[in-house]
C-alpha cells in the first residue's frame, strides 16, 4: 500500500517564481522525511530533510514545511531555477524502525521554464 | 569520496533469459539496499543488508529473485527467470550506519529492459 503519496505528477514553473511540492503520508509512525532530486539516467540525491520535532527546515533555496497533525509536508523552492527541472522524490521513515527504512512516493516532475 | 557504482547502466534482455547487476557501495557504509523504480513510480525496497547479513527481504520475489553480499562489501542482484513486468530501473544505495542520519546515497542504477 501506498504510504507516501505525491498527487501531483508535474508541475511547471516560470523561472524565478516559486514551486511548490506536496507531499501526504498515512503513516503515523513516520517521524522523519526526506527530498530528493533526481535527474535523468542519474540516481536520486539527497535534497533536505526534515524531522517531526521541527515544522521548518531551511537550506538556502529549499524549505521544507511539516505538518503533523495533516500528515502533511511540502516544499518549497524559491526563486526556481533552470537547472532544478528535475524528478523530486518525497520519502519518510520511522525512528522506531531500526534499520531506517524509507518509503518513497511516486515523485512529481517539475519543468522550470525560462 | 567515491560514489556508489553499478554495473551495467543499461540492459536489454528476453523473458525467462537471466540476469545480474552489480554495487560497489560507499567506502564505509555497512548498510545496503537494493531498490526497484517502476516507471512512473517510486523506488520500492527489495532487499536490506547490513554487512553480510540480510535485514529485510520482505519485498523481494523470491522465486525469481536473490541477493547476495558475501564479504559485506559488493553486492549482486540476480533475476531468474525474467518476467516482462521485472522491467525497470534497479537502484543501489548505501547508508553509514551509527550516524543517526537516514540520508542514502543512490548509484546511478541499472535499467533492464525485458522484451
Known amino acids: 500500500d501506498q504510504q507516501v503519496k505525491q498527487n501531483s505528477p508535474s508541475l511547471s514553473v516560470q523561472e524565478g517564481r516559486i514551486s511548490i511540492l506536496n507531499c501526504d503520508y498515512t503513516?503515523?509512525?513516520?517521524?522523519?522525511f526526506l527530498w530528493y532530486k533526481k535527474y535523468p539516467a542519474e540516481g536520486p540525491t539527497f535534497l533536505i530533510s526534515i524531522s517531526s520535532i521541527k515544522d521548518k527546515n531551511e537550506d538556502g533555496r529549499f524549505t521544507v514545511f511539516l505538518n503533523k497533525s495533516a500528515k502533511h509536508l511540502s516544499l518549497h523552492i524559491v526563486p526556481s531555477q533552470p537547472g532544478d527541472s528535475a524528478v523530486y522524490f518525497c520519502?519518510?521513515?520511522?525512528?522506531?524502525?531500526?534499520?531506517?527504512?524509507?518509503?518513497f512516493g511516486a515523485g512529481t516532475t517539475v519543468t522550470v521554464r525560462a | 569520496e567515491a560514489g556508489v557504482a553499478q554495473s551495467p547502466r543499461y540492459k536489454i534482455i528476453e523473458k525467462r533469459q537471466s540476469v545480474a547487476f552489480w554495487c560497489n557501495p560507499i567506502?564505509?557504509?555497512?548498510?545496503l539496499y537494493w531498490y526497484q523504480q517502476i516507471l512512473g513510480q517510486g523506488p520500492k525496497l527489495l532487499i536490506q543488508?547490513?554487512?553480510?547479513?540480510?535485514?529485510?527481504d520482505s519485498q523481494l520475489p523470491k522465486d525469481r529473485f536473490s541477493a547476495e553480499r558475501l564479504k559485506g562489501v559488493d553486492s549482486t542482484l540476480k533475476i531468474q527467470p525474467a518476467k516482462l513486468e521485472d522491467s525497470a530501473v534497479y537502484l543501489c544505495a548505501s547508508r553509514r550506519p551509527g550516524t543517526g542520519t537516514y540520508e542514502q546515497y543512490f548509484g546511478p542504477g541499472t535499467r533492464l529492459t525485458v522484451t
Open positions: 567506502s564505509g557504509h555497512a548498510t
Open positions: 520519502a519518510a521513515s520511522g525512528r522506531s524502525s531500526n534499520d531506517y527504512k524509507l518509503s
Open positions: 503513516n503515523s509512525m513516520f517521524d522523519y
Open positions: 543488508f547490513q554487512n553480510n547479513g540480510v535485514v529485510d
